[in-house]
C-alpha cells in the first residue's frame, strides 16, 4: 500500500477470496476462493492467473510450505487439501 492509500494494481480471483499466501520465491500468488470450492495461482509480477483449481468444501486458509514446495489448503468443511506447487 503506498502512504497515499492508492490502489496501485488490481485483479479478479474466484468468488469471496478468504486467504492468500506467496510462494517461497515470491513469484507466485495462492488464493482460497470461498464459495467456489477453488485456489487460484497467480504470477505475482504480472497479477495475471496462471492456474486455478478445486479444493474441498469452502475453502478457508492455505499456506505454502517450502521445504516440500507444496501448498496447504484448510477447508471449512473439515478437510485439508495438499497440492504441489
Known amino acids: 500500500m503506498d502512504r497515499n492509500a492508492r490502489i496501485l ?3 479478479q480471483t474466484g468468488q469471496e477470496p478468504r ?3 506467496l ?3 515470491n513469484k507466485s500468488l495462492y488464493v482460497v476462493n470461498y ?3 477453488t485456489a487460484s495461482k497467480f504470477d505475482t509480477a ?3 492467473p496462471l492456474q ?3 479444493t474441498g468444501h469452502m ?3 492455505i499456506t505454502y510450505e517450502p521445504v516440500t514446495h507444496t501448498v496447504w489448503v484448510a477447508n471449512y468443511s473439515g478437510s485439508l487439501d495438499v497440492y504441489s506447487q
Request: net charge positive; aromatic share 0%.
Open 52 to 54: 486455478k483449481v478445486r
Open 19 to 21: 486467504s492468500m499466501t
Open 35 to 37: 464459495n467456489e470450492d
Open 23 to 25: 510462494a517461497q520465491d
Open 46 to 48: 504480472t497479477l495475471k
Open 9 to 11: 494494481a488490481r485483479t
Open 59 to 61: 475453502p478457508i486458509g
